[in-house]
């Protein structure tokens, strides 16, 4: 699972602001401690025959499951079955049934078997039932936000904008709210699936489709079937109006399931996936292990994508177009994400949700792992720390175990502590193991556990064994423990024994070990140390040098997980930029430089240095900081720039250079900008708008209209909010939902935007804009499972529900010509409201 993570630059100050403890089973007496779920029986094959109710959004099912003790001798089975009327319960013996008494209540079916059974002893039940998602009472997370199992999706047909969809979500436990079955991730079984649709459809499942059948009344039936075993939360179903473009990699089909407007840009947004699987293949040493890959987008997804079995599902984000994809192939991450899942969490999958890290952490580092091969490793340099750092600037995770038996409920676990801090640790392991004995380590770890469960114990195991290394000390710190190194550091010459001292001081309540690169820069050139850290507060280390130091680097490679208060001066920040292959080096000495900008000529060296760096998110980075207004930088800057907005190979330089170039509001630019309302690329068109009405206001209107800003970035959206906001531009309503939702918060970090926030949020409000409302329902909605039970958040957001709802029914009282309309945003408000209760 991928999961959506709301802009930490929008909420990280105020999100996280309140931690409130939450209350456990035993009432905070004691900690709860969360048992893997104990196996009472194994179940070995479920057989599933389905067919929808479009009008009522419910499933007719029946299911044949194969099950037998999985070690004790029982006369019972129990199965989850959330929301469901269960009509029939049989023993099936070679076709023939046997009814069988069975109790259900409580979400939970238990059935009476007809005798005791021993291990190893199968018996086949048989199920009668009806799925009722709506009826489900489950609630959903941070990072799954809604837990029906089953969806439907424009049943009725009513939205004109919107195709009818049907999709599934299993993780965690919500495979039981449309078949009865075990639903825990220590349950394995193959599977089929027989689908029943109309045959305008495609349906997708897991596993290859066996046959297709055309019914009477324009109906189909599609039979799936899975026949190797895998966890209960991967079941999937798929159901909708898709194009199917084909792929393959080596002799394994490859299918992309797309809408049909985007089809054209399949491969653009797809394409990578079969040399992702030649990637991931060699590199762990294991051949993708399933018998087809297949993707496919659903529309109203409640979360970012699912790794289901051979099926993986994505949210409509991953639909772009090429104004879009030339800038960044936004999901190609998401995408290595699902893939690499195949392997850790769908091939060995954790036993337990407290042992989520074995899946989540994985699939977290395999974006670095694709970035590194397909990119280069500034981009997954880049990408890790973008990561890292939005688990180090939430200090609610901080007390957190990676291992986690004494969770509240099991989706906290799908938090930034198990995919970014857990992405970031595994990047550690490998850094002191080395990449043969890392690589080879996760190798012996899939097949040892090939198609069973694992935790994160089995693999310490795997690693030791291939290494021969004892590593209970990193497991102990990083997996069973939490929080992560703070560090102090200081340093002094002692000019007799021409040696510096480096002291590192650790200021958090219990000390790590760790290895550490530290660069001490002599005569102006860096020379590498890797020493060890020991778990005691303060650590001294002599270096020799031929004078004091110029400058040190602690932590010079990047690899420390770690939040390291550094206080250098321009002069040295420059000395560490030039010095320094490493990304991160280079990036702290950007960002270290950022409140000198404009006032030390120092700092416009930098610049001027950073603007040429081979990797573009560094000349990026220095475009951003940069403020031409001033006639100094401006003169030592401004050609540079002009180039890098002309010519620049990455549009999203050329964008942040336009962008750049605007602040002077100087005409002499203005062909550079003209040429870029014409781009391919939205972020080149969409600052090349805001450039040209920084200059010539009247245009705004006209220009704010044209640009394609649909799944646009957050920066480029904040660049034209006010624009659009301020000159009504109804087109970009909708586009500007995401900003217009979170102004409250916005006000806190920049109070201008903010209040172009605020306007943008009042004028979807008392405009008829079903699109745009839905949309601000939506984000607040994923905004309440990221924030937690912090009640300063939640009183804020209920309270700005509650005013929008107001203007609402107001614009009801005067257009009741547009009551359907109307009455349908004023439920999606209250419904909002109510789970903000």
């Known amino acids: 699972m991928k999961k959506a993570i709301l802009s930490i630059a929008l909420l990280g100050g105020i999100f996280f602001s309140v931690n409130v403890a939450a209350q456990t089973d035993t009432s905070g007496r004691e900690k709860v401690y969360r048992a893997t779920h104990t196996k009472v029986t194994e179940l070995k094959h479920t057989k599933l025959k389905v067919n929808f109710d479009y009008q009522k959004e419910q499933m007719n099912g029946e299911e044949w499951l194969t099950a037998a003790p999985f070690f004790y ?18 023993l099936d013996n070679n076709g023939k049934k046997s009814p069988l008494k069975y109790d259900y209540k409580d979400d939970v079916l238990k059935i009476t078997l007809d005798k005791t059974y021993q291990k190893n002893q199968d018996y086949t039940v048989y199920i009668k039932y009806t799925s009722r998602p709506n009826e489900v009472k489950q609630q959903g997370s941070a990072a799954i936000n809604d837990a029906k199992g089953l969806y439907f999706i424009n049943a009725q047909g009513k939205d004109p904008d919107k195709p009818t969809q049907i999709w599934t979500q299993g993780e965690t436990e919500s495979s039981s709210a449309w078949f009865p079955t075990i639903d825990k991730p220590n349950q394995k079984t193959t599977q089929e699936i027989y689908m029943t649709v109309p045959d305008k459809y495609v349906t997708l499942s897991n596993g ?7 019914e009477s009344n324009g109906l189909r039936t599609d039979h799936w079937v899975m026949d190797k075993r895998h966890a209960t939360y991967l079941f999937f179903m798929g159901v909708g109006e898709y194009a199917i473009v084909k792929d393959k990699w080596r ?4 299918d992309y399931y797309i809408e049909k407007e985007y089809e054209p840009y399949a491969k653009q947004i797809y394409g990578n996936t079969p040399e992702m699987m030649e990637f991931f293949s060699k590199k762990m040493g294991y051949d993708y292990p399933w018998a087809k890959y297949a993707q496919i987008s659903g529309r109203d997804y409640v979360s970012g994508a699912m790794e289901n079995t051979t099926a993986t599902l994505h949210g409509s984000d991953i639909l772009q177009k090429p104004g879009q994809l030339i800038d960044e192939n936004t999901w190609e991450d998401t995408i290595a994400h699902e893939l690499f899942h195949h392997w850790f969490g769908d091939l060995v999958t954790a036993e337990s949700w407290s042992n989520l890290t074995v899946n989540e952490s994985f699939a977290n580092y395999s974006e670095y792992l694709w970035n590194e091969y ?21 200090p609610a995770d901080f007390k957190k175990d990676l291992v986690r038996f004494d969770y509240d409920s099991r989706e906290d676990v799908f938090d930034l502590v198990t995919y970014q801090k857990g992405g970031g640790i595994l990047h550690m392991l490998r850094n002191y193991l080395g990449d043969e004995a890392f690589f080879a380590g996760m190798q012996d770890y899939l097949k040892t556990n090939e198609y069973q469960n694992a935790e994160a114990h089995q693999l310490r195991l795997s690693f030791e064994k291939v290494s021969g290394k004892d590593l209970n000390w990193f497991f102990n710190q990083w997996y069973f423990g939490s929080g992560n190194p703070k560090i102090n550091y200081s340093y002094t010459f002692e000019p007799v024994k021409k040696q510096i001292a480096v ?29 060890w850290v020991n778990a005691q507060a303060k650590n001294t280390f002599n270096f020799d040098v031929s004078k004091n130091a110029d400058l040190v680097n602690i932590n010079a490679d990047g690899v420390l997980l770690a939040d390291i208060t550094d206080t250098k001066t321009p002069e040295q920040y420059l000395m560490q930029f030039t010095g320094s292959k490493e990304f991160k080096s280079k990036y702290n000495a950007l960002n270290g430089i950022k409140d000198q900008v404009g006032k030390n000529p120092t700092a416009t060296k930098l610049l001027a240095a950073a603007i040429k760096d081979p990797f573009f998110r560094t000349r990026i980075k220095a475009l951003q900081l940069m403020d031409l207004s001033n006639a100094e930088q401006l003169k030592a800057l401004g050609s540079d720039v002009e180039k890098l907005a002309a010519n620049d190979p990455k549009t999203l330089v050329q964008a942040a250079a336009i962008s750049a170039l605007a602040k002077t509001k100087d005409k002499k630019y203005m062909p550079i900008f003209e040429k870029g309302l014409n781009a391919v690329s939205n972020s080149v068109k969409g600052n090349s708008v805001g450039a040209i009405i920084e200059i010539d206001p009247s245009r705004a209107s006209t220009l704010a209209d044209k640009i394609d800003l649909e799944g646009a970035p957050e920066n480029l959206l904040s660049k034209l909010l006010p624009i659009i906001v301020k000159n009504k531009v109804t087109s970009q309503m909708s586009n500007i939902a995401q900003l217009a939702a979170f102004y409250p918060f916005i006000k806190f970090q920049n109070p201008e935007l903010g209040k172009a926030a605020e306007e943008g949020y009042n004028w979807i409000m008392t405009s008829d804009n079903v699109k ?14 990221q924030m937690g039970d912090n009640p300063q958040v939640k009183m804020m957001i209920s309270q700005m529900l509650k005013d929008g709802l107001a203007k609402k029914m107001e614009l009801l009282k005067q257009n009741p010509q547009n009551a359907a309309s109307i009455n349908k945003q004023i439920d999606a408000m209250n419904k909002a409201i109510e789970d903000f209760k």
């Open 73 to 90: 001798a029982t006369n019972e089975l129990t199965l989850d079955a959330k929301g469901m009327l269960i009509h029939e319960v049989a």
């Open 208 to 214: 290859i489709l066996k046959d297709s059948q055309k």
């Open 251 to 254: 002799n394994i089909p490859v």
């Open 374 to 394: 397909k990119y280069g490793k500034d981009q997954a340099d880049y990408h890790q720390m973008q990561d890292v750092n939005m688990y180090i600037h939430n």
């Open 503 to 531: 002291v590192i001081e650790q200021t958090q309540e219990q000390p790590f070990q760790f290895p550490l690169a530290i660069d001490v820069y002599d005569n102006g050139k860096p020379k590498r140390y890797n020493v």
């Open 772 to 785: 745009a409302t839905e949309s601000i329902t939506k984000i607040l909605g994923q905004a309440k499972g």
